[in-house]
């Protein structure tokens, strides 16, 4: 029998992670707000998470009067799916007060984020303390609960409690590097919080004050250290590369979801890989109100580099996101990939 050599690379071909299309998974600004007007300047980190290989990362930051200043990243870290950039810039005692704006551009996708530049008496710090995490080691799919503190100060050495203030969840997985929220949950009279989730993967957890609008004119934002959890499971890991393109456009107009399915692979004596996984249902999900909910809208099988590519309308504005439900979770267990948003106009 003749064997087609081209045939027999492609199908052996495993996907090259670094390869995948680029995402800007989140960015962050650090402190947020700014304070200015005091004897020193004010050193603001912007921080960036891409998926995919990114030849580099560009931004600007725009004034209130809508002058810019450019942005210059550099990657500081880096693992198998996703990398992280830096830049930093000094907002000096005559930089402009009111609602500044950073944007930041890989490949193709540009993404936007607001912060505040106060030029009154700093505000006060806040801080999250205490985050634990029980039980440690947890069963997959039991609950776990992530307590912790928030508080502020009321002196030059001394902190107090924030009570009735919202606290958002973050998790990030192991070998990722963005955050992703997973609740949200109200401070008690002694600033403490309590919150249950269902334990899915082992990774890193942290809580994160963002405060309302009347907050931020007068304390900092605030995110804890990150603590891990072990979650134990049979079955091994699976990962979803995920991209959804353009953007933005017209309602109705077709959207491209492409990605890559993976399973992570641990041979005996050899170092741990994450290989594709072939001829597997995986579906696409639209949640229009962000809320979490959202239907299923299609489904693809992975080919033999676990790649799927899916075209669907746009109806209206919302969030999108691949699932592989795992038929067989001994074996290898269900993921969910991150959520890309797509606007309609």
Same mark, same amino acid.
């Given at each position: 029998?003749?064997?087609?050599?081209?045939?027999?690379?492609?199908?052996?071909?495993?996907?090259?992670?670094?390869?995948?299309?680029?995402?800007?998974?989140?960015?962050?600004?650090?402190?947020?707000?700014?304070?200015?007007?005091?004897?020193?300047?004010?050193?603001?980190?912007?921080?960036?998470?891409?998926?995919?290989?990114?030849?580099?990362?560009?931004?600007?930051?725009?004034?209130?009067?809508?002058?810019?200043?450019?942005?210059?990243?550099?990657?500081?870290?880096?693992?198998?799916?996703?990398?992280?950039?830096?830049?930093?810039?000094?907002?000096?005692?005559?930089?402009?007060?009111?609602?500044?704006?950073?944007?930041?551009?890989?490949?193709?996708?540009?993404?936007?984020?607001?912060?505040?530049?106060?030029?009154?008496?700093?505000?006060?710090?806040?801080?999250?303390?205490?985050?634990?995490?029980?039980?440690?080691?947890?069963?997959?799919?039991?609950?776990?609960?992530?307590?912790? =503190?928030?508080?502020? /100060?009321?002196?030059?050495?001394? #902190?107090?409690? +924030? *009570?009735?203030?919202? !606290?958002? &969840?973050? %998790?990030?997985?192991?070998?990722?590097?963005?955050?992703?929220?997973?609740?949200?949950?109200?401070?008690?009279?002694?600033?403490?919080?309590?919150?249950?989730?269902?334990?899915?993967?082992?990774?890193?957890?942290?809580?994160?004050?963002?405060?309302?609008?009347?907050?931020?004119?007068?304390?900092?934002?605030?995110?804890?250290?990150?603590?891990?959890?072990?979650?134990?499971?049979?079955?091994?890991?699976?990962?979803?590369?995920?991209?959804?393109?353009?953007?933005?456009?017209?309602?109705?107009?077709?959207?491209?979801?492409?990605?890559?399915?993976?399973? =992570?692979?641990?041979? /005996?004596?050899?170092?741990?890989? #994450?290989?594709? +996984? *072939?001829?597997?249902? !995986?579906? &696409?999900? %639209?949640?229009?109100?962000?809320?979490?909910?959202?239907?299923?809208?299609?489904?693809?099988?992975?080919?033999?580099?676990?790649?799927?590519?899916?075209?669907?309308?746009?109806?209206?504005?919302?969030?999108?996101?691949?699932?592989?439900?795992?038929?067989?979770?001994?074996?290898?267990?269900?993921?969910?990939?991150?959520?890309?948003?797509?606007?309609?106009?």
């Amino acid at each position: 029998m003749r064997i087609n050599r081209h045939l027999l690379a492609r199908l052996l071909r495993r996907p090259a992670l670094g390869d995948a299309l680029v995402e800007i998974e989140s960015v962050e600004v650090d402190p947020d707000p700014v304070p200015i007007g005091g004897e020193d300047a004010t050193e603001v980190t912007v921080e960036v998470v891409t998926s995919g290989r990114a030849d580099e990362v560009r931004g600007e930051l725009t004034a209130p009067d809508e002058s810019r200043t450019g942005l210059r990243f550099e990657c500081v870290e880096r693992t198998p799916f996703e990398e992280r950039w830096r830049a930093g810039h000094v907002f000096g005692r005559d930089a402009a007060a009111g609602r500044w704006r950073v944007e930041v551009a890989a490949g193709d996708i540009v993404e936007e984020r607001e912060f505040e530049v106060h030029a009154e008496d700093k505000p006060r710090r806040s801080r999250i303390d205490g985050v634990e995490l029980s039980p440690d080691p947890v069963d997959e799919g039991s609950p776990l609960t992530v307590s912790g =503190r928030l508080q502020a /100060t009321t002196g030059k050495d001394d #902190w107090g409690g +924030l *009570p009735e203030r919202t !606290v958002a &969840l973050l %998790f990030r997985a192991d070998d990722m590097l963005a955050r992703r929220e997973v609740a949200r949950v109200v401070t008690g009279r002694s600033g403490r919080f309590d919150a249950t989730v269902t334990a899915t993967e082992s990774g890193f957890w942290s809580a994160e004050f963002r405060g309302s609008t009347e907050d931020r004119a007068r304390l900092t934002t605030a995110r804890s250290a990150e603590v891990r959890s072990t979650v134990r499971s049979a079955g091994a890991r699976t990962r979803i590369i995920y991209s959804a393109k353009p953007r933005s456009g017209k309602r109705g107009r077709k959207a491209t979801h492409t990605g890559t399915l993976l399973v =992570r692979v641990e041979p /005996t004596g050899q170092p741990a890989r #994450w290989d594709p +996984l *072939p001829q597997q249902r !995986v579906r &696409l999900w %639209f949640d229009p109100a962000g809320s979490g909910a959202g239907a299923v809208q299609g489904s693809a099988t992975t080919g033999s580099n676990g790649g799927f590519t899916l075209r669907k309308k746009v109806p209206s504005t919302g969030d999108w996101h691949v699932r592989f439900d795992s038929q067989a979770p001994a074996q290898r267990r269900s993921c969910k990939s991150p959520v890309r948003k797509l606007t309609a106009d």
